[in-house]
């Protein structure tokens, strides 16, 4: 079955960095964009950044370019979200976001999620 499973997350003061990671199975995972949301406590989930399965195209949220980079690792079903210059607002559980094509639908799997505090 296709898991997403979350990792790197912690505590960071502020301008400090962290990379999160998500190793993906059950599915071509070279064949798929994959993203990376976050959830701040009483705010809505919103998406951080996405890459193209070869990783060609990544786009950013306006709140993250130029501080996060997302990158993959095809070889190993990996992918990565490098944060730099980290600030409190960026305070949330992060998730990694997959839509697979299991015969002729497309479903939504989400990792468990790894939470992220930025605080001094």
């Known amino acids: 079955q296709v898991q997403l499973v979350e990792s790197g997350g912690g505590l960071v003061q502020p301008g400090g960095s962290l990379r999160l990671s998500c190793a993906a199975s059950?599915?071509?995972?070279?064949?798929?964009?994959m993203n990376w949301y976050r959830q701040a406590p009483g705010k809505e989930r919103e998406l951080v950044a996405t890459?193209?399965?070869?990783?060609?195209?990544?786009i950013y949220a306006d709140s993250v370019k130029g501080r996060f980079t997302i990158s993959r690792d095809n070889a190993v079903n990996t992918f990565y979200l490098q944060m730099n210059s980290l600030k409190p607002e960026d305070t949330a559980v992060y998730y990694c976001?997959?839509?697979?094509?299991?015969?002729?639908?497309?479903?939504?799997?989400w990792g468990q999620g790894t939470q992220v505090t930025v605080s001094s």
């Open positions: 890459i193209a399965p070869t990783g060609g195209t990544r």
């Open positions: 059950g599915f071509a995972f070279s064949s798929y964009a």
């Open positions: 976001f997959a839509k697979v094509l299991r015969g002729i639908r497309l479903y939504d799997y």
